[in-house]
C-alpha cells in the first residue's frame, strides 16, 4: 500500500500494488478537494489495472464521482497494440500512435508505469513516449508524447525527469521506481 498527499491542491491518493509472477496489478482510489485557484472541482475516483509482463498495460477501469455525475472508461489493449476505448456506449478502436502507456491527470501511481517498464531507475536511458492520457474528472481520452529521461541513479533511488508539452519536472524515486516527490503535486506519505 502506497499512499500519496496532495503539495499544492487538497487531495490524497492511494494505491495497492501487486507483483505477481512478473505481472502488476494496481488497485487504488483518489479523493480530491475543490481548489478555487485553480478552478478544479471536488472528485473521487477509484482505478484498477492491470500491466503484463513484458510491462505495457493491458486493462484498465477509471471511475469518478463528483457532485453532478458518475463516469466510467474502460481501457483495453489489444495484444495487436490496438486499444479499446470504452465509455458505455460500446468500444471505440484506437492505435494511439503505438502506445503501451497510461497516465491519469493528477495520479501519481501512473507516473511509474514507463519508468519500471524501461528500467530507468536502475540503468540511465532518455525516452519520448506516445501515452493513453486520461484527463480527470472528466475520463476523456486522448494520445500525448511523454519524455522520461534518467538524472541520476544510485543504491537509495533515482531522480528521473518528466516531460510533457508545457510541463517538466524531476521525479524522485525508490529503488523499485515509485514515486517518492512529485514537486508541486504529491509526495508519499
Do not use: C
Amino acid at each position: 500500500m502506497i499512499t500519496w498527499q496532495g503539495v499544492t491542491s487538497p487531495r490524497l491518493e492511494s494505491v495497492r500494488l501487486l507483483v505477481s509472477d512478473g505481472r502488476l496489478r494496481a488497485s487504488g482510489r483518489v479523493v480530491a478537494a475543490a481548489n478555487p485557484a485553480t478552478g478544479t472541482e471536488a472528485f473521487s475516483a477509484s482505478f484498477e489495472f492491470t500491466v503484463a509482463r513484458t510491462g505495457d498495460v493491458g486493462r484498465g477501469l477509471l471511475r469518478t464521482i463528483t457532485a453532478d455525475e458518475e463516469r466510467q472508461v474502460s481501457v483495453g489493449r489489444t495484444e495487436d497494440g490496438v486499444w479499446l476505448i470504452d465509455h458505455g456506449q460500446g468500444a471505440a478502436r484506437n492505435e494511439f500512435d503505438g502506445a503501451a502507456d497510461v497516465d491519469v491527470a493528477g495520479l501519481v501511481s501512473f507516473t511509474a508505469l514507463p519508468i519500471r517498464r524501461l528500467g530507468l531507475h536502475r540503468q540511465p536511458g532518455e525516452h519520448v513516449l506516445p501515452v493513453l492520457y486520461v484527463t480527470m474528472p472528466d475520463l476523456s481520452v486522448r494520445l500525448v508524447h511523454q519524455t522520461y529521461r534518467t538524472v541520476s541513479a544510485d543504491e537509495t533511488g533515482a531522480v528521473i525527469n518528466y516531460t510533457v508539452p508545457d510541463f517538466s519536472t524531476d521525479l524522485t524515486v525508490d529503488t523499485d521506481g515509485l514515486v517518492i516527490d512529485y514537486p508541486g503535486i504529491a509526495k508519499r506519505v
